[in-house]
């Protein structure tokens, strides 16, 4: 009678009281039941009271319960009650555009551990299935590599149809991809995005390609596509959804060259390079622009900043600033840019001092200088507020962190990190500020630190970059010049 199997509710009374509140019309305790089932919802049950609540036509606790199992489906499908749903039940979950999913493969592997749960009975419905499974989405390789070598797509002409549908697909030129009309080339909209760090290029010794994403919901870190070209001391950020990766070194040359990266179809490809050489660059997003602010190019550090306008594909210079800066720190507050630190080739010093840039006036100006000289400073913005963590002074390497005010115009000291650290990434999320990786002067750190504000403490997250990597047999440390947020919350 109830669908739900002792183990997957724990709440047995209220499974035995809402039928027979229903049953007595008793609306309030119905309801107070339903709000008590809410309020247990979890990766583990959720099916299974999504499922007590159609039976029982709880309208609002469905809605609620499928809800939350779209937006943990990555956690749901590790459950037992996953592969216990019926083929309507999975195909109205894997269907639904709002699932949160960090790329596509999800929910084939998912699919797939559905189907094999019970192969005889369920085989048969493999290509009802794959009509939900958003092909094209995947990468190229794990197209080839993976769906093209699953005996359960081999053995059935629908299914390789659908491979063949997302084939094309990545055969077309982008501008003519829209050509494909089908439900399996729109991606994914989730409410809330996986908020994922990701860590674009490095140096492990020499630039490499890989790019890693950290998922702060389940503590673990996983590989996406490779850049185009080995990078490391680029400038990354993001604009309208994509994640932008800017000059940097190749090993040999700095570039010019500016990568995109389109996490829906986990691809980057190249857009207009910039005019200069920049590695080691700030890069930061102001209005609908893309600065790169000074640099090194290879022979002097840089004192020119350029904007590039996504829309137009076009880089275009604008005021420079009063002083050459390569390893600079760059942060967003108020409106303004501002640059913090670095080093000055020509007089041979790490920096105290702090610019502010006002696009409005295309104009430089000097703010009040830190309490100390930090080149490679960590830089990131924190509730309307600017943080230099770390960085360095020649040979000496800092674990100390300011923040400024931009409205009082000062610096202020805050609680040490755990570690020294240069070249760090940075990213603030959930109220908190991220600091991941950099060197501490001897070796390469794979660790990443918080700080929360409220409580004025670094912690370090429990999960090492390099530990805590899914692709085994590289245990190569990777220093991450370039770290990347995308809070895709806009
Ligand atoms: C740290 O990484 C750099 C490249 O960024 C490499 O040259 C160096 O050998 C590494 N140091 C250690 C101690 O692993
Ligand atoms: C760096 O880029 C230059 C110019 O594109 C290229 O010739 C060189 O081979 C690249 N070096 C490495 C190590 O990839
Ligand atoms: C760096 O910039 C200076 C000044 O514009 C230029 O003379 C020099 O050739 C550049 N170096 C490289 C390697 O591009
Ligand atoms: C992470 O790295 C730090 C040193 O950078 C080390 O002390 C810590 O034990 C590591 N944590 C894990 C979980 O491996």
Request: proline share 4%; hydrophobic share 40%.
């Amino acid at each position: 009678m109830f669908p739900l199997r002792p183990q997957s509710c724990p709440f047995n009374g209220i499974c035995v009281l809402l039928p027979a509140a229903s049953l007595l019309q008793l609306m309030d305790v119905r309801q107070v039941c339903c709000e008590f089932l809410q309020s247990q919802l979890h990766p583990t049950n959720c099916l299974g009271i999504r499922a007590f609540a159609d039976l029982h036509t709880c309208t609002q606790l469905l809605s609620q319960a499928h809800a939350y199992a779209e937006q943990h489906f990555t956690e749901v499908v590790q459950g037992e009650e996953f592969v216990g749903l019926s083929l309507q039940q999975v195909c109205s979950l894997i269907s639904s555009d709002k699932l949160t999913v960090s790329t596509e493969e999800k929910v084939f592997e998912a699919m797939i551990a559905w189907i094999k749960h019970d192969k005889p009975a369920r085989v048969e419905f493999m290509p009802k299935l794959m009509e939900h499974v958003r092909l094209p989405l995947l990468s190229r390789d794990y197209l080839v590599q993976i769906v093209e070598e699953e005996a359960l797509i081999k053995n059935s002409n629908t299914c390789k149809d659908f491979l063949i549908e997302a084939m094309k697909y990545h055969l077309l030129p982008a501008d003519q991809r829209h050509l494909i009309k089908t439900d399996r080339t729109r991606p994914r909209t989730p409410i809330s995005i996986p908020k994922v760090m990701i860590v674009v290029g490095g140096q492990a010794p020499k630039a490499i390609r890989s790019v890693e994403c950290y998922d702060f919901q389940e503590d673990r870190w996983y590989q996406v596509a490779d850049l185009p070209s080995r990078r490391c001391r680029a400038g990354v950020v993001s604009i309208a959804g994509r994640v932008y990766a800017v000059g940097g070194f190749n090993s040999s040359l700095r570039e010019r060259t500016v990568d995109v990266y389109d996490g829906g179809r986990d691809q980057w490809s190249a857009v207009m390079s910039m005019h200069e050489r920049r590695s080691t660059l700030g890069a930061a997003v102001l209005g609908d622009l893309l600065y790169a602010v000074g640099g090194f190019n290879g022979s002097i550090g840089l004192s020119t900043v350029e904007a590039y306008n996504y829309k137009t594909n076009e880089w275009v210079y604008v005021a420079s600033m009063n002083t050459r800066r390569s390893s600079v720190g760059v942060g967003v507050v108020d409106g303004k840019l501002y640059a913090v630190g670095g080093y000055d080739g020509a007089s041979r010093q790490c920096l105290s001092t702090v610019e502010e840039y006002d696009p409005v006036a295309d104009q430089w100006c000097y703010v009040a200088d830190m309490s100390t000289r930090r080149s490679g400073a960590g830089v990131g913005v924190l509730g309307g507020q600017l943080y230099a963590a770390g960085g360095h002074d020649g040979p000496l390497v800092r674990k100390s962190v300011e923040v400024f005010n931009p409205q009082t115009n000062t610096w202020r000291l805050v609680c040490d990190m755990n570690m020294c650290r240069r070249n760090a990434g940075v990213c603030a999320i959930n109220g908190l500020l991220y600091v991941i990786g950099g060197d501490d002067g001897s070796c390469n750190l794979s660790s990443v630190e918080f700080y929360n504000p409220a409580i004025d403490k670094w912690s370090l997250i429990p999960t090492n970059m390099s530990n805590g990597r899914s692709y085994a047999g590289k245990s190569q440390m990777i220093k991450p010049h370039v770290v990347f947020l995308c809070h895709t919350e806009e």
